[in-house]
């Protein structure tokens, strides 16, 4: 099984709608990233949380929110999604207590489409 | 705020050649620098990882420096072959666990 898991891995939505992309790890991490990625872009940094307790906002964090619902789950929603939000998502994990600590760990991503 | 970028932004050579991939940044204070690779429409995979205090890291055909006063890190790859084909992504952390990424390197080996 894969130490990072997202779902859905694929999503068409409706402007307007809300929608809830979750991320789930078994690597028993402390820290949990959201990111996306356009076309020629490279990854943004949309939110990050490095407990249940502690979450912050990234470089893009306008029109989405978080939730840390336990050490093993980081949620992104948007409230109400529009078209450029069209993206590949992706969640992210690092253990800040591992010796070579801080290498980020990527889940498969989810392909949302706005239309 | 750190600017990640990486030369070329595509690359094609024949199967067998080493090639070298380019990753530069602005802001030399950084705590390490991860490659990845990435296939069409998939996520990331983690190649290397270089802490801020080490030179080089190697595994297997791949070999990746780091020059932090230059602001720069190379990706070597040796006898490339097809199937490294795939976009290459640099990302450079700061010491509060932020993560900046390069646009990334598609590289395709011709057979």
């Known amino acids: 099984d894969a130490d990072v898991t997202q779902t859905p891995r694929n999503r068409i939505t409706k402007t307007g709608k809300r929608i809830m992309l979750e991320c789930s790890q078994t690597?028993?991490?402390?820290?949990m990233y959201w990111y996306r990625q356009d076309p020629g872009l490279g990854l943004r940094l949309i939110y990050y949380?490095?407990?249940?307790?502690?979450?912050n906002k990234g470089e893009i964090s306008d029109g989405y929110s978080v939730s840390r619902q336990a050490q093993a789950k980081f949620s992104l929603s948007l409230e109400s999604a529009i078209p450029n939000q069209t993206a590949l998502y992706f969640c992210a994990t690092s253990d800040s207590t591992s010796p070579s600590s801080y290498e980020q760990y990527f889940g498969p991503g989810t392909r949302l489409t706005v239309t | 705020k750190q600017e990640v970028t990486q030369i070329p932004a595509a690359l094609s050579v024949p199967e067998g050649e080493n090639l070298v991939l380019n990753c530069s940044f602005t802001?030399?204070?950084?705590?390490?620098l991860q490659w990845f690779r990435q296939d069409p429409g998939k996520g990331l995979t983690s190649l290397l990882l270089?802490?801020?205090?080490?030179r080089e890291q190697t595994s297997g055909r791949l070999n990746a420096s780091l020059d932090k006063s230059s602001g720069r890190s190379t990706l070597y790859i040796a006898a490339s072959q097809p199937g490294d084909s795939a976009t290459y992504l640099c990302?450079?952390?700061?010491?509060?666990?932020?993560?900046?990424f390069g646009s990334g390197t598609k590289l395709n080996v011709k057979p």
């Open positions: 690597k028993g991490h402390d820290r």
């Open positions: 802001d030399s204070a950084i705590y390490n």
């Open positions: 949380s490095f407990d249940v307790k502690d979450i």
């Open positions: 270089i802490q801020s205090s080490q």
């Open positions: 990302a450079v952390g700061n010491n509060f666990n932020k993560f900046y």
